[in-house]
């Protein structure tokens, strides 16, 4: 009855204690979120093509309607969209040089935390030539990693190789399919995860949460619910495995060898043999093993995010 | 017609005859003998008691007092000079009995060598190391209840005979061209013969536990002396409460463990062995009553009695150290607590 007692009491505490853990970690989780630096998607105005490189110089109306497809498809995704058509002067910029260039022209034409995306096509010269889309806001939720791979990969279908001369409709080509692309795979339901920007100017966090979209320098809630029950599960095993080694040290041990009592010479054998009785000898045949060859795969590079922007070197076949 | 009952020559009650096996049977302990090897046993019994033994009975029972624990049953001998006031195990007080009869006087004796303060420093050593018992575990109060008790043991010499058989198994590996060729030598091994197992003690008390009396051991009983009431001077002795045949398994376990022991100790070389018969047969077994000298030490935490002995010939000691779970929990709490709130802040979990 004791006994029972004693662990109706230990399972009440035990109970006790999780119920506690489970409300101090929806606080930490729900409660100590940083301010929401979101500021979302205002109209299409600045949306556009930017052509610094002058190649729809002689054609400017061509040049207006495709900054017209931008802006509609701006609109139509609420999402702030500027297609950029950089010069020569670009053509010695590295990778991440074109990375940092992308993710700072969105920011003075958008604004940091806004909706949107920017494009640069490389036709700078630079061989090979590196395009890069750089997200922001929402844009770097429905436009994953993989979703701006395969538009890469879509566009390189209408975009000339690196070294080669780039004329008008191939820019034309490209910028229609683009925005069609981004139509296509625009869903706001694939946005589950949360995305990272540890390039920024401070490292933030965006993510949808209740149909909102949050950009905060902490962690969004249910990750830090999910660090806070790791962290209560580890702590709580390293404390179940300590108070289990403490109290076995805390039994009692001791036992004397009975074989102290036995002396040499109260030994008396009066048969005390090792008889040989039977020997054999079995052989077996050593099978020879001949080892396959094996063959090593080579790597295969990959394509990797900087900042708020994906790059893509190998169009331009 | 005269009736002949023959006791066990292992722990001294009645044996009976079973007609199945056609041995003389002992149902205490389990012995059996066939009639010659009893008759044969018998032969060589002093049944008689010298005259001078019967004067140091009789000297026991005039001089020690048997005082009763009427909390625990617990019954503790002191000679005339000391009265004992409260009980070793329990700690509650004890009243006077009555004398002591002759028939408990010990046949031996090994004194205290182990002062109070010895047995203290050695108890403040082990209590020490350990950080989670309860407080006044470690109390002047709680050390003053170490007791200089002399406990009764049972030393049993213990006649075996042994016969084990068994085939063993050498193993010759070596590769010749493509084949592997294994060599097997098959040996029958034979040990029998006789062993004697000497002073095997076993307590004769129910109230302290028996793996406690095993684990300080063991004495040196070449300071074994006749008894005499001048070693319970200042001391209690317990009062067994427990006969030969009752103690006997645990002394035919203990000596069966050792003769085993020794005989493996004698088969090496082989690859493998596989017994075929082991037998450890006790045929007789002297027993001597003696005291040995404990420092006893009994904590009652939670309901629970733990034990704390100390040999007061060797200093050896062994017990179990109750401990203080919510002393423990709490800490561990705490590691656990700040290890959670380190990788939480670390992991970024609240900011």
Same mark, same amino acid.
């Given at each position: 009855?004791?006994?029972?007692?004693?662990?109706?009491?230990?399972?009440?505490?035990?109970?006790?204690?999780?119920?506690?853990?489970?409300?101090?970690?929806?606080?930490? +989780?729900?409660?100590?979120?940083?301010?929401? $630096?979101?500021?979302? #998607? %205002?109209? @299409?105005?600045? /949306?556009?093509?930017?052509?610094?490189?002058?190649?729809?110089?002689?054609?400017?109306?061509?040049?207006?309607?495709?900054?017209?497809?931008?802006?509609?498809?701006?609109?139509?995704?609420?999402?702030?969209?500027?297609?950029?058509?950089?010069?020569?002067?670009?053509?010695?910029?590295?990778?991440?040089?074109?990375?940092?260039?992308?993710?700072?022209?969105?920011?003075?034409?958008?604004?940091?935390?806004?909706?949107?995306?920017?494009?640069?096509?490389?036709?700078?010269?630079?061989?090979?030539?590196?395009?890069?889309?750089?997200?922001?806001?929402?844009?770097?939720?429905?436009?994953?990693?993989?979703?701006?791979?395969?538009?890469?990969?879509?566009?390189?279908?209408?975009?000339?190789?690196?070294?080669?001369?780039?004329?008008?409709?191939?820019?034309?080509? +490209?910028?229609?399919?683009?925005?069609?692309? $981004?139509?296509?795979? #625009? %869903?706001? @339901?694939?946005? /589950?995860?949360?995305?990272?920007?540890?390039?920024?100017?401070?490292?933030?966090?965006?993510?949808?949460?209740?149909?909102?979209?949050?950009?905060?320098?902490?962690?969004?809630?249910?990750?830090?619910?999910?660090?806070?029950?790791?962290?209560?599960?580890?702590?709580?095993?390293?404390?179940?495995?300590?108070?289990?080694?403490?109290?076995?040290?805390?039994?009692?041990?001791?036992?004397?060898?009975?074989?102290?009592?036995?002396?040499?010479?109260?030994?008396?054998?009066?048969?005390?043999?090792?008889?040989?009785?039977?020997?054999?000898?079995?052989?077996?045949?050593?099978?020879?093993?001949?080892?396959?060859?094996?063959?090593?795969?080579?790597?295969?590079?990959?394509?990797?995010?900087?900042?708020?922007?994906?790059?893509?070197?190998?169009?331009?076949? | 017609?005269?009736?002949?009952?023959?006791?066990?020559?292992?722990?001294?009650?009645?044996?009976?005859?079973?007609?199945?096996?056609?041995?003389?049977?002992?149902?205490?302990?389990?012995?059996?003998?066939?009639?010659?090897?009893?008759?044969?046993?018998?032969?060589?019994?002093?049944?008689?008691?010298?005259?001078?033994?019967?004067?140091?009975?009789?000297?026991?029972?005039?001089?020690?007092?048997?005082?009763?624990?009427?909390?625990?049953?617990?019954?503790?001998?002191?000679?005339?000079?000391?009265?004992?006031?409260?009980?070793?195990?329990?700690?509650?007080?004890?009243?006077?009995?009555?004398?002591?009869?002759?028939?408990?006087?010990?046949?031996?004796?090994?004194?205290?060598?182990?002062?109070?303060?010895?047995?203290?420093?050695?108890?403040?050593?082990?209590?020490?190391?350990?950080?989670?018992?309860?407080?006044?575990?470690?109390?002047?109060?709680?050390?003053?209840?170490?007791?200089?008790?002399?406990?009764?043991?049972?030393?049993?010499?213990?006649?075996?005979?042994?016969?084990?058989?068994?085939?063993?198994?050498?193993?010759?590996?070596?590769?010749?061209?493509?084949?592997?060729?294994?060599?097997?030598?098959?040996?029958?091994?034979?040990?029998?013969?006789?062993?004697?197992?000497?002073?095997?003690?076993?307590?004769?008390?129910?109230?302290?536990?028996?793996?406690?009396?095993?684990?300080?051991?063991?004495?040196?009983?070449?300071?074994?002396?006749?008894?005499?009431?001048?070693?319970?001077?200042?001391?209690?002795?317990?009062?067994?409460?427990?006969?030969?045949?009752?103690?006997?398994?645990?002394?035919?376990?203990?000596?069966?463990?050792?003769?085993?022991?020794?005989?493996?100790?004698?088969?090496?070389?082989?690859?493998?062995?596989?017994?075929?018969?082991?037998?450890?047969?006790?045929?007789?077994?002297?027993?001597?009553?003696?005291?040995?000298?404990?420092?006893?030490?009994?904590?009652?935490?939670?309901?629970?009695?733990?034990?704390?002995?100390?040999?007061?010939?060797?200093?050896?000691?062994?017990?179990?150290?109750?401990?203080?779970?919510?002393?423990?929990?709490?800490?561990?709490?705490?590691?656990?607590?700040?290890?959670?709130?380190?990788?939480?802040?670390?992991?970024?979990?609240?900011?």
């Amino acid at each position: 009855m004791k006994r029972k007692g004693s662990v109706l009491s230990t399972l009440i505490i035990i109970i006790g204690v999780i119920a506690g853990l489970a409300l101090l970690d929806y606080f930490f +989780a729900f409660h100590t979120n940083s301010k929401n $630096l979101y500021k979302g #998607y %205002s109209d @299409s105005s600045s /949306s556009g093509v930017t052509d610094e490189n002058g190649i729809f110089r002689d054609d400017p109306a061509e040049l207006e309607r495709l900054s017209k497809i931008v802006r509609e498809t701006s609109a139509k995704l609420d999402l702030n969209i500027l297609i950029f058509l950089p010069d020569s002067t670009k053509k010695y910029y590295t990778d991440d040089d074109v990375r940092d260039f992308t993710a700072n022209k969105y920011n003075d034409t958008f604004g940091e935390f806004t909706d949107g995306l920017l494009y640069y096509i490389d036709i700078s010269g630079k061989s090979p030539a590196c395009d890069d889309i750089a997200k922001s806001g929402k844009a770097s939720l429905v436009y994953t990693e993989d979703i701006c791979q395969n538009i890469f990969y879509a566009l390189d279908e209408y975009l000339p190789p690196s070294y080669g001369p780039v004329y008008p409709e191939h820019i034309t080509n +490209a910028v229609e399919h683009f925005c069609s692309l $981004l139509e296509t795979n #625009y %869903s706001e @339901s694939r946005a /589950s995860e949360p995305y990272y920007d540890a390039t920024a100017n401070v490292p933030t966090y965006t993510y949808y949460r209740n149909g909102k979209t949050y950009i905060t320098k902490s962690k969004p809630p249910l990750r830090k619910l999910l660090i806070c029950i790791a962290a209560e599960a580890v702590g709580g095993l390293t404390a179940l495995i300590i108070f289990l080694c403490t109290k076995g040290r805390y039994k009692f041990k001791n036992k004397t060898n009975p074989s102290i009592y036995l002396n040499n010479n109260d030994v008396h054998f009066i048969d005390n043999s090792d008889v040989l009785i039977r020997s054999y000898v079995t052989k077996h045949r050593i099978e020879s093993s001949s080892g396959g060859g094996g063959s090593r795969g080579g790597g295969g590079g990959g394509g990797h995010s900087h900042g708020g922007s994906i790059s893509h070197s190998s169009h331009h076949r | 017609m005269e009736s002949v009952e023959y006791k066990c020559p292992n722990c001294n009650a009645d044996l009976k005859f079973n007609p199945t096996s056609q041995k003389l049977e002992c149902e205490y302990c389990l012995s059996a003998f066939t009639v010659d090897e009893i008759k044969k046993l018998c032969a060589t019994t002093e049944n008689s008691i010298p005259q001078e033994a019967v004067q140091v009975q009789e000297d026991f029972a005039n001089h020690t007092h048997l005082y009763r624990c009427k909390s625990c049953g617990a019954e503790i001998m002191a000679d005339d000079q000391l009265t004992a006031t409260f009980c070793y195990y329990c700690h509650n007080p004890v009243i006077l009995a009555g004398k002591m009869g002759g028939d408990f006087k010990p046949d031996k004796v090994i004194g205290f060598k182990l002062t109070r303060d010895n047995a203290i420093a050695c108890f403040k050593k082990w209590v020490g190391k350990r950080w989670f018992v309860p407080k006044d575990f470690k109390s002047q109060q709680q050390l003053e209840k170490l007791t200089g008790l002399y406990v009764p043991f049972w030393l049993a010499d213990c006649h075996v005979n042994v016969d084990v058989r068994a085939i063993g198994k050498k193993l010759r590996h070596w590769v010749s061209g493509n084949y592997s060729y294994t060599e097997t030598k098959e040996f029958r091994i034979t040990r029998v013969g006789g062993m004697l197992t000497k002073g095997i003690p076993a307590d004769g008390e129910t109230k302290i536990e028996d793996l406690l009396m095993e684990a300080i051991e063991p004495y040196d009983y070449r300071e074994l002396k006749d008894f005499s009431m001048s070693y319970l001077s200042g001391f209690y002795a317990d009062k067994y409460d427990v006969d030969k045949a009752a103690v006997f398994p645990r002394i035919r376990v203990r000596s069966n463990q050792a003769c085993s022991a020794y005989v493996r100790s004698t088969i090496s070389g082989y690859s493998s062995i596989i017994p075929s018969s082991e037998q450890y047969n006790i045929s007789n077994t002297d027993w001597r009553y003696t005291l040995l000298p404990v420092w006893f030490m009994s904590y009652k935490y939670k309901d629970k009695i733990y034990e704390f002995a100390i040999n007061g010939q060797t200093g050896k000691l062994a017990g179990t150290p109750p401990l203080s779970k919510g002393r423990l929990g709490l800490l561990c709490a705490a590691i656990g607590a700040a290890l959670s709130a380190i990788i939480i802040v670390v992991g970024g979990g609240i900011f």
